[in-house]
Structure formats: C-alpha cells, structure tokens
C-alpha cells in the first residue's frame, strides 16, 4: 500500500505539471457546456415546428448531452497524453527507475488518470445538464428528479470516465499519441456514428465501446435498440477491462 499511494503522488505530480492536461480538462468543459447552451437555444425555437411524431420522440436529456460527444474527444486526448507523454518525452525511464514495479506502475497511472476524468466527468456533466435544460426551457425540459434522468446522469459521468480509462490502456498498447488518437477519435465520432446509422450492422455496431455506454446518455432507449442502458454500460466495461489488460501485459513485457 505505501508503494501504490507513493505512486499515485507521483502521478498526480506529473499529471498537474503537464499544461496540455489541464487544457485538455478545461476544452471539454468548455465544448460540452457550449454546444449544450447552443443545442438548448435552437431546440427551444425548433420544437413547435416539429412534427407530431419527432415532438412525441423528443428527449430533452439526450438531446441536451449533444455536447458532451464533442467534449469527450478532449476527455479521451487527456488520457492518452497522460500515458503517451512519458514516451515521447522518454521520460518514461526515470519513472520506472522511480517506480520499478511495473504493475505499480501501470495501476497508479491508471488510477490516478481515472480519479481526474471521474472528478472533471462530475462537473462537465452537470453543468452541461442545468445549462441544456435551462436554454431548451420550461415548456419542454426535463428536471433532475424527473423518470429516467437521474440514471442518464449517472451513467453519463460513467461513460466519459470509462472512455477515458479506455484510451489510457490503448495508449499503453500502442505507446503513440497520434496513433492512438489516430485510431480513437474516427472511430468513437465517426465511424460508430455513421455504423449506428445503417440498418443492415446497427445492431452490431450497438457493441463498439462508445456505443454501448453511450445508450445510458438517453432517458429512454430508442426502438432498434438491442442494449438497454445499463447491458451497453455493461459492454463497455468489458472493453474497459480488455483494453487495461492489454496494456499491463504490453507495459510488462517490453522495454521501456
């Protein structure tokens, strides 16, 4: 214990000392709460022109969370800067020689890295709800303790942490920021995007990670779905787990 809390210092040290991860922290906040507050104002003025049916499908959270899809990309660059780093910098070495357990490593890294998207995933979450529901207005928004949002709330801030916690342990796999970054932010905004839209693999493209957790962020499922919000979240745990294990064994079993 004194070794994973000394560890986790460390990491804490080198995390609040690098500028780019702070300035990943504050863009997400700063997309998520703005594209929510511009989502709001154009949803307000849009509703009476919608048709029945769209009215009858309209999700005040869901749609109010538009902006944390954007933020996230921020979020996931925050966790594989925080792993990436040490390598480009080659800094890596003098931490291993600091802490030469590599599972200890590896899991203060982790944990620490975790701990800050869970704490930012808190404060960019709830902002971007009161800011979303408060532009969409009285007549068509939904409040905190209203059917279904407690659990899109709760399960929004654990989307964003386990994707977060995701990039970290691909990172460690593949060691490169752009590769990483290169492979993570097509397919979580892009590539899952347009998937989800074909009928004929939708449904399998349900089971990629970002999809999976991201059926939580809605206050209720929508009809072609085969998850529901906590069987997605449940998937995107396993990717989690994959993702963390692969990169404990890569971490473990090549130099640094």
């Known amino acids: 214990m004194p070794d994973i809390r000394a560890a986790i210092a460390f990491e804490w040290t080198k995390i609040r000392s690098v500028r780019s991860s ?19 104002w154009v949803l307000r003025g849009a509703y009476d022109d919608m048709s029945a049916r769209s009215k009858a499908d309209f999700d005040p959270v869901g749609s109010g969370f538009n902006g944390l899809r954007l933020g996230m990309i921020a979020l996931v660059c925050f966790g594989v800067l925080t792993v990436t780093g040490e390598y480009s910098s080659g800094t890596v070495r003098s931490s291993l020689a600091a802490v030469p357990r590599r599972g200890v490593f590896y899991t203060a890294k982790v944990l620490t890295g975790t701990a800050i998207a869970l704490v930012a995933s808190v404060v960019v979450v709830l902002v971007t709800f009161f800011t979303a529901q408060a532009a ?12 279904g949002v407690p659990r899109a709330v709760i399960g929004s801030i654990l989307y964003m942490t ?3 916690a995701f990039s970290m342990g691909l990172a460690t796999v593949l060691r490169g920021s ?23 693999v939708r449904k399998a493209a349900q089971f990629l990670p970002d999809a999976a957790g991201g059926i939580i962020m809605r206050r209720e499922p929508q009809d072609h779905m085969v998850l529901t919000a906590w069987s997605g979240m449940a998937v995107l745990a396993a990717w989690v787990a994959l993702a963390l294990l692969g990169g404990y064994l890569a971490l473990k079993r090549r130099d640094a």
């Open 178 to 200: 752009a590769l990483t970054l290169g492979i993570l932010v097509p397919l979580f905004f892009m590539v899952s995007e347009v998937l989800n839209n074909l009928p004929g």
């Open 22 to 40: 702070l300035w990943s922290l504050v863009l997400c906040f700063l997309t998520s709460v703005l594209i929510a507050l511009l989502f709001g």
């Open 136 to 147: 969409i207005g009285a007549d068509h928004n939904a409040a905190l303790t209203d059917d």
């Open 162 to 164: 386990l994707l977060c």
